[in-house]
């Protein structure tokens, strides 16, 4: 099905549960997302947003992108506003971006959507096309409006017997301040509330669990990937981080940084759920009740 966004071409997914809007030309983008019964967006829309570059100007959008880590201007910001080629799958859809001119990067994104349940699976690949070897690592960034509250779950136990080792770390960024009101720093969580402030507030950690979540108007998205703790990670050993600022908030998993000779590739896998219908407060015991919450949509 063809539709548009903001006079960009897009087409759409559906499994009965979500529809998954994606750019047939730019990209890849996915760019709105709605679970069945609500006409509302569970993705920011941004479509004025932009970065001026060397190359011409990056624009946002909202929605889903692929970046390949460690950030960097302008090698993150190349613009990808066409050469989009998409692959019909089964269950899905694979889009393809040409590789990129300046760093010989070639992105693609795979949309496998469940059929049972308000779920999919984003398959995110960088493949290195140029002549020399590339240290990157596949970067999932998912910008979401605000009024909701983020939620990071921490480990507790102790990695070794004697509890004499650190368990956890915080990573931030220049422009964050420990006093920003949007973060509260708890035992077992982190919690971000998404409110718009000038200022922007940055964070990354080694995730342990697997997931991070955002609860907004009763409805919770969880991110899942697979956390691989003992390998190197971007950004201080990064593989989970958040940005916030004045217009939305992103939600962000790393792979491990490889090195990809010529012709290699390297993915990373996220799973995204929503849960709809819960009432449940933007607070500690909200985010508590969803740290416990059973799987029983997985499978």
Avoid at 146 to 164: C, E, K, W, Y
Wanted: negative net charge.
């Amino acid at each position: 099905m063809m539709g548009d966004f903001y006079g960009l071409p897009t087409r759409t997914l559906s499994n009965g549960h979500l529809a998954v809007e994606y750019l047939a030309e730019a990209g890849p983008r996915i760019v709105r997302l709605y679970v069945t019964g609500s006409d509302e967006n569970q993705l920011a829309e941004l479509p004025a947003v932009k970065q001026a570059t060397p190359y011409g100007d990056y624009c946002l959008y909202g929605g889903h992108r692929l970046w390949h880590a460690p950030e960097a201007f302008p090698r993150s910001y190349i613009p990808d506003t066409s050469g989009l080629t998409i692959e019909d799958l089964p269950d899905g859809v694979r889009l393809c971006q040409a590789a990129e001119t300046t760093t010989h990067i070639a992105k693609r994104l795979q949309i496998r959507l469940h059929a049972d349940r308000p779920a999919l699976t984003l398959i995110h690949q960088l493949t290195n096309e140029g002549v020399w070897p590339v240290e990157c690592a596949p970067w999932a960034i998912t910008q979401l409006p605000l009024g909701g509250m983020v939620i990071l779950p921490q480990p507790v136990s102790a990695l070794d017997t004697h509890r004499l080792l650190p368990n956890r770390q915080l990573v931030l960024w220049p422009y964050t301040r420990w006093d920003d009101a949007r973060l509260h720093l708890h035992d077992e969580v982190i919690l971000i509330q998404a409110e718009a402030q000038l200022l922007p507030c940055k964070i990354g950690y080694l995730n342990r669990h697997g997931w991070i979540g955002y609860l907004r108007d009763g409805v919770f998205f969880r991110k899942r990937f697979e956390p691989q703790p003992d390998l190197p990670h971007p950004d201080f050993g990064s593989n989970a981080e958040v940005y916030c600022n004045d217009q939305f908030v992103e939600l962000e998993s790393l792979a491990p940084l490889r090195r990809l000779e010529p012709g290699q590739s390297t993915t990373h896998i996220e799973t995204w759920e929503f849960y709809t219908g819960l009432d449940l407060p933007p607070t500690l015991e909200g985010a508590r009740s969803l740290l416990n919450m059973p799987d029983k949509n997985e499978g």
